[in-house]
């Protein structure tokens, strides 16, 4: 059972203003939100192209709160010194290997710079992918839409692999963050979160409201039992 405080929200600047990113981080930093969640998109991993290290050193400038990159992009190897100058705090790369084929050897480059790593897995992508690298994990994604777009509809299909992760982290004596990306709002968070999930990523459920505060006290709510 979840206690107020103990998940973190991740507002996903990919459903802000992209006019107007700087005033849209901190209001979402003013609103309550734990990380700023920033995708970067490539156009061959995913369909969609967004951000560059340019931008998330401008993220850098507009915010002390950790930045959460997602990295869906294929070889994410010859980025990741680049975006970690830039001022990432968190890099997370997806797990498939047509992303990358050096899995282990991209995460250990990611703490060897001194940054939390973490792993993505697409809704049809199994854990057996990250079984041999669990502990270099930081931070675990588990994507609940196909990556590329915002405002897509949850996946609850991706629920009971989230449970599986949970209980195989427990066995293992590990404690990563375990995220939940794509269609949470109040009415999908619970489940994420009762499934094990301690990281909230919501883009447009936050973005298109017009209180970004009250949008993540409310996401936060909704993951309490009530008595
Ligand atoms: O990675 C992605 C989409 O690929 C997500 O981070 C989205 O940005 C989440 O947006 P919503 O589903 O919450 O609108």
Redesign the pocket.
Known sequence: MQQQGDVLIAP?I??ADFGHLADEIQAVERGGADWI?V?V?DGRF?PNITFGPALVEAARRATELPLNL?L?IVEPERLIDDFAKAGADHLVIQAEPSATIHLHRVLSRIRDLGKSAGVALNPGSSLALIEEVLHLCDNIIV?T?N??????AFLPETLPKLSRLRHMCRERGLTPRITV????TTKTARAAVEAGADVL?????IFATKDYGRAIRDIRASTLVSA
């Open positions: 996903s990919l459903s969640h995708d998109m995913v997602h869906m994507m839409v990556p590329g777009f915002g405002g897509q990306d794509g269609g949470i990523v919501a883009g447009s459920s």
